[in-house]
């Protein structure tokens, strides 16, 4: 079973991460299924594209756009699955959803997607420094203009489009969106393995606004998504 053009992939656990389990107890994070946060965007390559030939192959495991698993409401109120849905657990999902694949338990970045791992800012009430941060999963592209992971970047404005990776939070954006590569390095300090799953983030979400994946959105910056 195999589409023409997209990939078929099936969630890893539930469409959506809004519980966690504390003591004997399991605590709901989240009721509304239009929160973009609470959706699982963890998957696993069920199927491959015939029109394609790209890295990533059956059994990988993706990390996509929170669109394809996340449910919605109709005019009328009633609960959709997302056009993605294909059937059971099963769903479409075209190669620009797509952002980082793991095989062998070492993680790739996919087309033109890179990540940056924030930096902690020493000024009172800001907890990272805007606009800057440490490459953590480079590409090709950035490759041959001699930016490589580890490399500390300043990158455009409104970026930070959120993502948990191996329990660490990660900003997910076009090689486009780097602009400058630090050539010095400086005692930076990178941000807390915890925190990627602290409640007190700013939501920079652009609830309703219009998405290129399909529909009605509600990304991360509202200035320019990065999901674009």
Request: hydrophobic share 30%; glycine share 6%; charged share 30%.
């Amino acid at each position: 079973m195999n589409s023409l053009y997209d990939y078929i992939i099936e969630p890893i656990g539930e469409r959506y991460n809004n519980k966690k389990k504390i003591g004997n107890k399991e605590l709901i994070l989240n009721t509304k299924i239009e929160n973009f946060k609470a959706v699982n965007k963890l998957a696993k390559v069920v199927s491959i594209p015939k029109a394609y030939k790209l890295p990533i192959e059956v059994g990988d495991i993706v990390h996509v756009h929170h669109n394809v698993f996340r449910r919605f409401y109709d005019m009328k109120g009633r609960q959709k699955n997302s056009r993605s849905y294909f059937k059971e657990d099963l769903y479409f999902c075209s190669p620009d959803q797509i952002y980082l694949y793991n095989r062998d338990k070492e993680n790739n970045c996919f087309l033109d997607r890179c990540f940056v791992r924030p930096i902690k800012s020493e000024k009172l009430g800001q907890k990272f420094i805007p606009n800057k941060g440490v490459l953590e999963y480079d590409n090709n592209y950035l490759n041959s203009l001699g930016i490589f992971k580890k490399d500390i970047v300043i990158f455009k404005n409104s970026r930070e489009w959120e993502f948990n990776i191996d329990g660490d939070l990660l900003y997910c954006m076009k090689s486009k969106d780097i602009l400058i590569k630090y050539e010095d390095k400086r005692n930076e300090e990178e941000y807390n393995k915890s925190w990627s799953n602290s409640s007190e983030r700013t939501d920079k979400s652009s609830t309703g606004a219009y998405c290129g994946h399909r529909g009605g959105c509600v990304c991360g910056p509202s200035e320019e998504r990065s999901c674009h």
